[in-house]
């Protein structure tokens, strides 16, 4: 089975600008999890998804949303970038999302804000 | 306010040794743990849990205590193998969350002399 994909890898963008960052879960998975990392603050949960619908969400300014498709595909959207959202953004899906459902991570996108 | 904390940046271990990453956690409705290993460049990968039900679970070198009453709980990886040089971290789930939301720790950077 393939893994989770995140698109694009890397991406450089100005202050102000919005970005889309994209995560195709391991296929059959229903659960999409989205998290920020930052160096010294460990992996901060954004939000998550689940058959199209935000279940759970981290404490993020309404600047950072996300959506999921019919096909458990997840974007994630951060609008009026600042340079504190340079970051890696990692996407993990799971079956179903229960809480011992094992969680998989994609690679990450790396975004830079200058 | 870090409900996770893990407070050793970094670890350094002779190959065949044993290594011991600590954790400490704050929230008393977290009830169930994870350690996760992350490479550079991929994503979290799991490598073993524990419920609060139990204070121990091993799974080949692999070892993870749980001390409830400390709320502590550490990885113990014997013997300790090159490979197993990465950043570990711990994460926790709270038992009113629906849904797959992890509260990570900081991470801590594990190098194995050979």
């Known amino acids: 089975k393939a893994g989770v994909t995140q698109t694009p890898r890397y991406l450089i963008k100005t202050r102000g600008q919005q970005v889309t960052l994209s995560c195709s879960p391991i296929?059959?998975?229903?659960?999409v999890s989205w998290y920020q990392q930052t160096p010294g603050q460990g992996l901060q949960f954004l939000f998550e998804?689940?058959?199209?619908?935000?279940?759970n969400k981290g404490n993020f300014p309404g600047r950072f949303s996300g959506r999921q498709f019919s096909n458990s595909r997840s974007e994630m959207n951060v609008s009026t970038l600042e340079l504190g959202d340079s970051a890696l953004y990692l996407c993990?899906?799971?079956?179903?999302?229960?809480?011992?459902?094992?969680?998989?991570f994609g690679p990450g996108t790396r975004l830079t804000v200058l | 306010d870090q409900q996770v904390k893990q407070n050793s940046p970094s670890l350094s271990v002779q190959e065949g040794r044993i290594s011991i990453l600590n954790c400490d956690y704050t929230?008393?409705?977290?009830?169930?743990f994870l350690w996760y290993k992350k490479y550079p460049a991929e994503g979290p990968t799991f490598l073993i849990s524990?419920?609060?039900?139990?204070d121990k679970n091993e799974d080949g070198r692999f070892t993870v205590f749980l001390n409830k009453s400390a709320k502590h709980l550490s990885l113990h990886i014997v013997p300790s193998q090159p490979g197993d040089s990465a950043v570990y971290f711990c994460a926790a789930s709270a038992r009113e969350t629906s849904g797959s939301r992890l509260t990570f720790g900081e991470g801590t950077q594990l190098t194995v002399n050979p």
């Open positions: 929230n008393s409705m977290f009830d169930y």
């Open positions: 993990a899906s799971s079956l179903v999302g229960m809480r011992t459902d094992t969680q998989y």
């Open positions: 998804y689940f058959s199209e619908t935000q279940r």
């Open positions: 296929s059959g998975h229903r659960s």
């Open positions: 524990i419920s609060s039900i139990k």
